[in-house]
């Protein structure tokens, strides 16, 4: 497993303070909690201090941890010296962490830190469930919602999906282990859902405990970069490139759109960013939205000689034309 | 889990247009004692129709803003006030970016 480094994370040096140490989690939780935070990886993160604080400001976990001493560097190879018992005084804790209907969101801990801080849990259930078994027949809780980022293409929007999703979910071995258990679903993408939504896949969490019943998977939902479309809401965006007598004389273009191709009527005089609507034809739902063309006037090469010549013919017989009258000084 | 529900297709629903919850759906979904819901409905951070707890209707917006006012409490120890607080910030920040990305993407 990967040795973690608590206190590079923490960002503090080895013989920071205890206050020295809650100050730096509370400046960094602020700044990649999952709620609140737009840095990549988030959550994550998130999850890293919350581990490496969890350690650091407990006094006893501290001085197990710094027992290994200062050579270990972050994701080297690890394994735990000869003896080691760290974890024993906290026996049982372990299960309603890893089971508990608190909010306990965001709460997954590393195998390094399990290995070295909840042996005493995994060795307390021993064969047959023992202690394990008890606290499962007198506890109900209702288990823990889980949350994932789900990435679609906007056409799974326009048509709704079904889509398969491979999980891993912590779940109690016959010895009263927590071991990570690969768990497969098949679902659907509701039509019309957005970037920025959420599905939510009921009783697809974490298994409760006792008669708690399982709780909810929560998806977030963005949308895979299109070649072509781009999102607003529910409003849906393409740039049309068209040629300049198109735009000039108007003109019946055919083009792609993510419910088949259409023909649309480019009225003349039109201007490049001209938008043309489509209403409705945006990401469906109780109030669909619109689909929108975005003129863009291409201008063919002057790669040859009669080109050129077209268009210095065009210098002059647009010779009053000012495309930037509108900025003012020399035209 | 049976092997059977593994492979059942389940059908997804978009968190933020349910409607029609109840108070204690939105406990189930946030694994919360209904006091702290009714909290966050007295401080005025969740709106439910309805008149008194037992029939106050949540919707699937409510439940996200409960779940989130609620993980800001215990994950940064922000109390009720700066939970509503940052909440609002977060809309207004949300709103901002949205339009900044239109400007962006009309340009």
């Given amino acids: 497993m990967e040795f973690k480094d608590y206190y590079t994370t923490m960002g503090v040096a080895r013989d920071a303070s205890a206050d020295d140490i809650k100050r730096s989690y509370r400046k960094l939780s602020r700044k990649f909690h999952p709620d609140v935070s737009k840095e990549k990886n988030a959550e994550a993160r998130f999850k890293e201090i919350g581990e490496a604080y969890e350690v650091l400001k407990d006094p006893e976990k501290r001085a197990a941890y710094d027992q290994l001493g200062a050579n270990w560097k972050a994701g080297q190879d690890f394994r735990p010296p000869p003896g080691w018992n760290a974890g024993a005084e906290h026996a049982g804790r372990g299960f309603e962490r890893e089971f508990g209907g608190d909010a306990g969101d965001f709460a997954g801990r590393s195998d390094f830190f399990e290995t070295l801080f909840r042996q005493g849990f995994a060795s307390a259930g021993g064969p047959g469930g023992g202690q394990a078994g008890g606290s499962r027949a007198s506890f109900n809780a209702t288990g823990e919602d889980r949350h994932a980022k789900i990435q679609i293409d906007l056409e799974d929007s326009y048509s709704g999906a079904t889509r398969t999703l491979k999980l891993r979910v912590p779940e109690m071995s016959e010895q009263g282990h927590v071991v990570p258990r690969e768990h497969q679903i098949t679902f659907t993408i509701p039509k019309g859902i957005r970037a920025g939504q959420h599905i939510r896949l009921a009783g697809q969490g974490a298994p409760g405990i006792g008669e708690g019943g399982a709780g909810d998977l929560y998806l977030d939902v963005e949308f895979n970069t299109h070649a072509l479309y781009r999102v607003d809401k529910h409003d849906v965006y393409m740039d049309l490139p068209i040629a300049p007598w198109e735009a000039a004389l108007g003109a019946d273009v055919e083009a792609p759109t993510p419910t088949g191709r259409v023909e649309v009527t480019v009225p003349s005089g039109s201007a490049a960013g001209r938008k043309l609507r489509l209403k409705g034809r945006g990401l469906p739902g109780s109030t669909p939205g619109d689909f929108y063309f975005v003129l863009q006037v291409v201008v063919p090469a002057a790669d040859t000689d009669s080109a050129k010549s077209f268009y210095e013919g065009m210098v002059k017989h647009f010779s009053s034309f000012t495309p930037r009258a509108k900025l003012g000084g020399q035209p | ?107």
């Fill in chain 2, 1 to 107: 889990m049976t092997p059977d529900k593994q492979f059942a297709r389940i059908t997804g629903f978009i968190l933020e247009e349910q409607t029609e919850l109840s108070l204690a759906d939105v406990c189930r979904a946030c694994a919360a004692q209904a006091d702290r819901i009714v909290e966050l409905v007295d401080e005025g951070v969740l709106a439910p129709a309805g008149g008194t707890p037992n029939h106050w209707v949540f919707t699937g917006i409510h439940l996200h803003r409960a779940r989130v006012a609620l993980r800001l409490q215990d994950h940064l120890g922000v109390n009720l006030a700066g939970a509503a607080l940052a909440l609002e910030l977060l809309d207004e920040l949300r709103e901002l970016r949205g339009r900044l990305d239109a400007l962006e993407a009309g340009r």
